[in-house]
């Protein structure tokens, strides 16, 4: 049975399922260009976990952005964010220190979207429900059909999950081109038909364990 963790002492070469929801399970994204705020002060900080995203949107000089240094410390495995939640599915790597691994990469994530969110708002108090829930993930298999948990959680919002577009898995199924900070390698050499495993109700079982425990 897979541990929840509260302390933020991510470990190297291991995966975690992260979850965090809105405060008093509000809505986190309004519209479409909060999801793409989000995600994209979630890549800039994967690409870049030693740079103030504010600061990088001051650049105007395209040499200097350029010239930004991308460090990999952290992987974005999967990923799908809902209307008052999201969940992450991430790869702490070897060449991640306390400036950035995956508790700093949630940290400014979270703190630079609520900036955004209280000032395009003008809402006051928090944005999220507190500190996220992460859970680590013990083996290959858990590993599978927990991006198969997250691919399948709009299925109440759509009814095609290709058609949503808050989610990696129309980048898992070749629909759309894989963004370089999209790591699906992990699950995809796992499962060579993926959308077919997708569509499948096998081991059931196995996915209302993970819901069971992220949402404990």
Not at 72 to 87: E, I, Q, R, S
Request: glycine share 2%; hydrophobic share 35%; with cysteine.
């Amino acid at each position: 049975m897979p541990s929840i963790y509260y302390n933020r002492n991510f470990k190297s070469q291991h995966f975690y399922h992260l979850v965090n929801r809105g405060a008093y399970k509000k809505a986190i994204y309004k519209n479409n260009p909060d999801y793409q705020i989000f995600l994209e002060i979630l890549s800039y900080y994967l690409l870049y976990p030693r740079t103030k995203y504010f600061s990088y949107q001051k650049l105007v000089n395209k040499f200097e952005v350029r010239n930004l240094e991308k460090e990999h410390t952290v992987h974005l495995v999967a990923y799908c964010l809902m209307p008052n939640h999201f969940h992450l599915l991430l790869k702490q790597l070897p060449s991640a220190t306390t400036k950035t691994n995956i508790s700093n990469l949630m940290r400014r994530t979270m703190v630079t979207y609520a900036m955004y969110f209280q000032t395009k708002y003008k809402h006051e108090g928090a944005i999220f429900q507190g500190r996220y829930k992460n859970v680590v993930v013990d083996s290959s298999e858990q590993l599978l059909y927990l991006s198969k948990y997250i691919h399948l959680n709009p299925q109440k919002l759509t009814s095609n999950l290709i058609d949503y577009p808050h989610s990696s898995y129309p980048a898992y199924i070749k629909q759309v081109k894989s963004p370089k900070w999209l790591h699906p390698e992990y699950v995809l050499k796992l499962e060579t038909n993926y959308k077919q495993f997708i569509m499948t109700h096998t081991k059931d079982e196995q996915l209302q364990k993970i819901k069971t425990i992220t949402l404990d």
